[in-house]
């Protein structure tokens, strides 16, 4: 239940990181923003486990995975801002 309550908290988390971070970077597409955003639950439960914030059966905060899609989102602007399609 723990992988499923992550999944469901970072889908959640996608949509308000995408809203919190607009750029002309970051995808467009809503499986990938919610893709990134559980991604982000699953970066801030492995963090937060590893700091001491949760314990070993326990999954990231509501709060703590916005932060984390947040960041997962940063990352991928970053990356695909580097990328240039000249041809």
Known sequence: MGILWTIIIGFLAGIIAKFLMPGPNEPSGF??????????????????????????????????????AVVVLFIYGMIAGRRSTTI
């Open 31 to 68: 499986i990938l923003t919610t893709i990134l955003g559980i991604v982000g639950a699953f970066l801030a439960t492995f963090i937060g486990q590893a700091v001491g914030w949760y314990g070993p059966n326990q999954g990231a905060g509501f709060i703590g995975a916005i932060v984390g």
